[in-house]
């Protein structure tokens, strides 16, 4: 089936008792079994296993091209539990442009239990060999990355590996292109991790993480984690995300025309210093993009000339909303280095504080973009 088609139909069958076409949602924390030992159909606690979730889970599977799929809470408890799998002295090679939060988690919290983290340019595939140590356990990817939206060769990464003798899994985090627009699973990656709170939910009401793979095995063991931990997702927001993921590939399509239209307009504006867009003409990975993405996205940065503007025009926009997170209908927009990436200042991932991130919704173009027009103006 084509993706459209697994968008409203993978993981949910109708209800074989009454026909309901929508997952219910099951709001239940235990399960009658048929005797000790004698779960039904595998469901004994909600944490280990929930209908509403298990429909989730396989219907991110078969999008990502995976053979399993699991939900977490949120997208730093899927990626807190990918980085469970390791032990002391493992040593963890990044991207230098990720997202606050994630950065946050690898420098501030793990480096104290031992691991230890190299943030490397991936957008150069050899530079990316010469980070990779006897110690490497992981090779972790943004791509598109956030806030830049470097775009990294999956395939040249997954080659490279391959050839190491440490073996590393490589793990994409895949929130900003979506299963839609690239499927890293089929470009040699072994993990896919999303925020699912961002284009998945799609409407900035949900709060969700994933992780995807092929390798059996590999579900096993981060299934007995996320089990182990707990950060999982329940059933009504996993309801929410199912919800949120049918109507992903029209709302993909549409977020892409719009932000063609604004980078458009972007491009002609002479306080604007450069703009980051993968599919742009300027990007320096445009045909990398072009290759492994169907799309350009919905996400835009731009740095602003005079870098003490970028404050003021965030904050005179009113169509878009001055906000964190990205992915939802409704546009937004923010300042990265006092916002979602607070926490990389002083650091070599530290942003441009001239630079603003779009996240541009499904609005009428020709409003979001007079909506900027009047900001830069401001």
């Known amino acids: 089936m084509k993706f459209e088609t697994l968008a409203i139909h993978a993981g949910q069958e109708p209800d074989p008792n009454n026909g309901a076409v929508m997952t219910p949602v099951y709001l239940t924390s235990t399960y009658m079994q048929d005797g000790i030992g004698k779960p039904r159909q595998g469901y004994e606690y909600s944490r280990t296993l929930n209908p509403t979730r298990k429909a989730l889970q396989d219907c991110l599977a078969e999008l990502e091209s995976g053979s399993w799929g699991l939900a977490f809470a949120s997208g730093?408890?899927?990626?807190?539990?990918?980085?469970?799998?390791?032990?002391?002295?493992?040593?963890?090679?990044?991207?230098?442009?990720?997202?606050?939060?994630?950065?946050?988690l690898f420098d501030k919290v793990l480096r104290r239990f031992g691991l230890d983290f190299t943030f490397a340019d991936t957008t150069d595939p050899e530079n990316l060999a010469e980070a990779l140590t006897p110690a490497t356990k992981i090779v972790w990817l943004?791509?598109?990355?956030?806030?830049?939206?470097?775009?990294t060769d999956i395939r040249a990464v997954a080659e490279i590996i391959k050839r190491h003798p440490s073996q590393p899994l490589l793990v994409v985090d895949n929130t900003f292109a979506t299963p839609y627009l690239q499927r890293p699973l089929e470009l040699g990656a072994d993990l896919v991790v999303h925020s699912m709170t961002k284009y998945l939910g799609g409407h900035s009401d949900v709060v969700g993480g994933a992780i995807i793979g092929k390798d059996k095995e590999l579900g096993a063991q981060?299934?007995?984690?996320?089990?182990?931990?707990?950060?999982?997702?329940?059933?009504?927001?996993?309801?929410?995300?199912?919800?949120?993921?049918?109507?992903?590939?029209?709302?993909?399509?549409?977020?892409?025309?719009?932000?063609?239209?604004?980078?458009?307009?972007?491009?002609?504006?002479?306080?604007?210093?450069?703009?980051?867009?993968?599919?742009h003409e300027s990007h320096p990975?445009?045909?990398?993009?072009?290759?492994?993405?169907?799309?350009?996205?919905?996400?835009?940065?731009?740095?602003?000339?005079?870098?003490?503007?970028?404050?003021?025009?965030?904050?005179?926009?009113?169509?878009?909303?001055?906000?964190?997170?990205?992915?939802?209908?409704?546009?937004?927009?923010?300042?990265?280095?006092?916002?979602?990436?607070?926490?990389?200042?002083?650091?070599?991932?530290?942003?441009?504080?001239?630079?603003?991130?779009?996240?541009?919704?499904?609005e009428n173009a020709e409003d979001l973009i007079a909506d900027l027009e009047q900001a830069l103006k401001a």
């Open 222 to 279: 981060l299934a007995y984690l996320q089990n182990a931990i707990g950060g999982i997702q329940g059933p009504m927001d996993s309801f929410l995300v199912l919800r949120g993921i049918k109507t992903l590939p029209v709302r993909m399509d549409r977020h892409f025309e719009n932000a063609k239209k604004i980078v458009q307009f972007l491009e002609k504006q002479k306080s604007i210093q450069q703009i980051f867009y993968p599919f």
């Open 285 to 362: 990975q445009q045909k990398i993009a072009l290759a492994q993405m169907r799309n350009g996205g919905g996400m835009i940065s731009f740095v602003l000339k005079d870098k003490d503007a970028a404050r003021r025009v965030a904050e005179a926009t009113k169509i878009f909303t001055l906000a964190e997170s990205l992915g939802g209908v409704e546009s937004l927009i923010e300042v990265p280095a006092a916002m979602t990436h607070l926490s990389t200042q002083g650091s070599t991932l530290e942003v441009d504080a001239g630079l603003v991130r779009l996240s541009v919704g499904i």
């Open 76 to 104: 730093m408890a899927a990626t807190d539990t990918v980085l469970r799998m390791l032990k002391s002295g493992d040593h963890v090679v990044a991207g230098n442009d990720v997202y606050g939060g994630t950065f946050r």
């Open 142 to 151: 943004e791509t598109p990355s956030n806030p830049l939206l470097s775009v």
